[in-house]
């Protein structure tokens, strides 16, 4: 099996793509195959800003969330840590189309705790990424119980994703929920039903 490097590598060498041109060339090649024409006054600076955009989108590769992570502190709190309601913005695997939606994060510290901004940043890190909403939400629990090793994790995400709302089945109001417990959310009932209390409440 060729990998993604030589893979590209043979791809440029018959198309004659000249290096740092290959955004250039795919997304000209997208747009004749969708059947318009890349010369067209409207299209002509879109690889450019396809390229931006998929960069961005994709920017969580470029993240590493041991870093985001690593500043934990030292603390007497050992009540439940809960950030609700934080946007997630992702990128469906299959079709490359939005899924977006909020997302729910909860733990039992074990004596550490980490600033409440980073959070969203280790969100973010997961998802600008190609994902499916199962392993986003596995991958945020996980990191979490790796790097700051609580008593337990709670990761929720509820999902509206465009390619069953614009396509496909078309169901324009389904939305996805999955969730991930680690540790106490996992083994304390009492613990998982104030976190999924809390985050259906107003007052959280
Ligand atoms: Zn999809």
Not at 11 to 40: F, H, M, Y
Not at 63 to 84: G, Q
Not at 162 to 178: E, S
Request: net charge positive.
């Amino acid at each position: 099996m060729p990998n993604a490097d030589d893979e590209l590598k043979q791809l440029k060498q018959v198309l004659e793509i000249p290096s740092g041109r290959e955004w250039e060339a795919t997304v000209r090649l997208l747009l004749r195959l969708i059947g318009e024409d890349p010369n067209r006054e409207g299209l002509r600076r879109t690889p450019l800003r396809v390229k931006r955009s998929f960069q961005y989108l994709t920017s969580g590769y470029r993240l590493d969330p041991a870093k985001i992570l690593n500043r934990s502190f030292k603390v007497k709190h050992d009540e439940m840590v809960i950030v609700k309601d934080i946007d997630v913005w992702s990128l469906c695997e299959h079709h490359l189309l939005p899924f977006f939606g909020k997302c729910h994060i909860a733990y039992m510290p074990d004596k550490r705790i980490v600033g409440l901004s980073k959070i969203p940043r280790l969100v973010d890190a997961f998802a600008r990424r190609l994902q499916v909403q199962e392993r986003l939400t596995v991958q945020i629990a996980e990191a979490i119980n790796e790097h700051l090793k609580p008593l337990g994790v709670a990761c929720v995400i509820e999902a509206s994703h465009l390619c069953m709302m614009m396509r496909g089945v078309q169901k324009q109001n389904a939305r996805a929920v999955t969730s991930s417990m680690l540790g106490l959310f996992r083994t304390d009932v009492k613990t998982r039903s104030e976190f999924l209390t809390l985050i259906r409440s107003e007052l959280a």
